[in-house]
């Protein structure tokens, strides 16, 4: 389904809206729902920041996987301006997990907004490391940095996955999610041209 607002289209995938009803009928503890509610909530900081700076997003896709907002290639935005629109996310999660403090959905909110400020692609934590960077130096140094940063970054994620499928003897949330970034560490390497 894909609706139109004032230049922003939503889309929303068919099996975005099957895999929430599938969730509301199997998830007993709503411990899956209030992970999307704190994943919704947090692209909605990033989204608020990025009207704060009256920029709007070409198109807002709701998909099994997340919410992506894909931004118009000309934006106007400073690097800090793009720096803090990343940084946004993050920071709904970290008032939330304030507000919330000593529940259940405090911890999600802590959890994701620690997992994004990670530098790593293609987390929030790596766009501010680039936007930041890219102030002092060169672009094509910013994507070697970043992909040298990133690597290093999710050494130690995949470790953690690994010891927290045998400790716990089943969850492998953190496991997935290391693959999930060295995927994307992949693609962006092999779309960073070599150095001469």
Avoid at 100 to 112: C, D, P, R, V
Avoid at 141 to 148: A, D
């Amino acid at each position: 389904m894909t609706i139109e607002f004032k230049r922003t289209k939503l889309k929303i995938s068919f099996f975005f809206a099957l895999t929430i009803a599938v969730i509301g009928i199997t998830d007993k503890t709503n411990s899956i729902l209030l992970c999307l509610a704190a994943s919704a909530l947090h692209e909605i900081g990033h989204l608020s920041a990025i009207y704060l700076f009256r920029e709007r997003p070409k198109e807002i896709a709701v998909t099994p996987f997340g919410i992506r907002i894909e931004r118009k290639e000309n934006n106007s935005l400073s690097f800090m301006k793009e720096a803090f629109c990343a940084f946004a996310g993050p920071l709904v999660n970290l008032i939330l997990f304030l507000a919330f403090h000593n529940t259940y959905f405090s911890e999600i909110n802590l959890a994701i907004a620690f997992l994004n400020l990670l530098p790593c692609e293609p987390l929030d934590g790596s766009k501010i490391f680039e936007n930041i960077l890219k102030t002092k130096i060169s672009y094509e140094k910013v994507e070697r940095i970043s992909l040298i940063v990133s690597c290093i970054t999710v050494f130690p994620v995949a470790v953690s996955g690994f010891l927290l499928l045998f400790q716990s003897k089943g969850n492998f949330t953190l496991l997935l999610v290391s693959f999930y970034l060295i995927f994307f560490i992949a693609l962006k390497k092999k779309n960073i041209p070599s150095a001469n």
